[in-house]
């Protein structure tokens, strides 16, 4: 199929040439079909679920003539790539969960369920009559043209042809001509029936491009998605915890023991030497692998929620912290993890870059929103510009709907505001 749209192709030189034309007459003319055949469905519906409503059968006809527009503008959605290959996006959103009724309730809520249906009634009673009139007008005019030999041939007898009772040829040679004329109209009406099939095009694009609904929809779903992503992000995370625990560091602890069981048994040098080396080199590598594993995840964190994981990063910080968090429950894991580790990357900043002699954290948490401060007495300039660590944080809190507020004037302090919604809008449980 070409790239270019109908109304592209109609300003081109060599419109006639391709096949767009007829593309065009088959838009045109396909709508006849489909808008009777939409016009029946709508009667029979219309008319027989209102009689049988009486006695409640007739309610699921009507309730399916509400929803006859999703099917129809799905048709036409398919049938406007015939002359536009930009498709044009479906603007329903996934119901929540599985099953009929979950169906039915999302698209009985969308607005683009009703502008469908009003689409569908458009369409079978205004717009296919209009396109059958100008495409069989068109085809009447030069077919009738074409066929007068034809015609003069095997009705008159060579006699006079005539149409509306006017004179249209009176010998083989005027039919001829009559027929050539015929032809000769079919590219000139290839115009306007081009432009009819835009206009046509346009007015499905206008009634049926997503709206706003269709719009928030996407972006519920990207929230969603994104939070998906999180998810696997933190199993993976805890799943590598995980093994480095179970693993590797119970390996390391089970090599520390028996070169420290060999330094025992073994002649001071210079065997000696050697096993205390390796022994010293398992323990720093034991610390080390240790520290891996809080920095993935910290059991506490887990275990005793973000105020007992804030507190121990706090005491082990190279700048004396103070903690100050009021959260009266355990907030759900995705939010906890996430301001967790945003407060890390922040007491790390402190410690490398700001120079302060002392740092702070407060947080509340008012049953609808968690806010949280960092701040130190170092010399400020802290920016979340230029890809740091802080420009990370941010990104993060954002899929939580939350948000990183930071000042840090040059000569400081430097505050640092979390604030994040205790049940963000598309967390996945």
Not at 116 to 132: D, H, I, M, Q, R
Not at 371 to 391: C, I, K, M, N, R
């Amino acid at each position: 199929m070409s790239s270019l749209t109908l109304r592209q192709a109609l300003v081109r030189r060599r419109y006639l040439l391709g096949a767009m034309p007829w593309r065009a007459a088959l838009y045109l003319l396909s709508s006849v079909p489909a808008g009777l055949l939409v016009l029946v469905s709508v009667l029979l519906l219309g008319v027989v679920g209102g009689v049988l409503s009486l006695v409640l059968v007739g309610l699921p006809l009507l309730l399916v003539l509400a929803l006859l527009g999703i099917p129809v503008a799905a048709v036409e959605r398919r049938r406007l790539r015939l002359i536009d290959p930009v498709p044009l996006g479906d603007p329903h959103r996934p119901p929540p969960r599985a099953g009929l009724a979950s169906w039915l309730g999302t698209r009985l809520r969308e607005r683009a369920t009703w502008r469908e249906s009003g689409y569908a009634l458009l369409f079978a009673l205004v717009l296919w009559p209009l396109e059958g009139l100008l495409v069989g007008g068109v085809l009447a005019v030069c077919g009738g043209l074409l066929s007068t030999p034809v015609v003069m041939a095997a009705v008159t007898g060579g006699e006079e042809v005539r149409v509306l009772k006017l004179p249209l040829a009176h010998s083989f040679p005027q039919a001829f001509v009559v027929a050539l004329l015929g032809l000769a109209l079919l590219p000139l009406f290839a115009y306007p029936l081009g432009w009819a099939a835009v206009a046509r095009a346009a007015l499905t694009r206008a009634l049926l491009t997503p709206g706003a609904d269709g719009l928030d929809a996407r972006i519920e779903e990207l929230g969603r998605s994104r939070m998906r992503l999180v998810d696997a992000f933190e199993a993976e995370r805890r799943r590598i915890e995980r093994d480095l625990h179970d693993g590797a560091q119970q390996r390391l602890v089970a090599l520390s023991m028996t070169l420290g069981l060999a330094r025992l048994e073994s002649p001071p040098e210079p065997l000696g030497g050697l096993l205390a080396t390796a022994h010293e080199e398992a323990g720093k590598a034991l610390v080390e692998i240790r520290e891996l594993i809080r920095g993935i995840h910290p059991q506490v964190l887990t275990d005793r929620g973000l105020t007992a994981a804030v507190e121990d990063v706090a005491d082990r910080s190279a700048v004396p912290v103070e903690v100050d968090l009021d959260l009266p429950g355990r907030l759900p894991r995705p939010v906890e993890t996430a301001v967790y580790f945003a407060l890390c990357e922040a007491l790390a900043n402190v410690a490398k870059h700001s120079g302060a002699s002392r740092a702070w954290v407060t947080g509340r948490d008012d049953g609808e929103r968690l806010t949280v401060e960092v701040g130190d007495d170092g010399a400020g300039g802290a920016s979340t510009a230029g890809g740091t660590g802080l420009q990370g944080v941010a990104d993060r809190l954002s899929v939580l709907d939350g948000r990183l507020l930071l000042s840090s004037p040059a000569g400081g302090p430097t505050v640092l505001r979390l604030d994040v919604p205790r049940a963000p809008a598309h967390l996945v449980e």
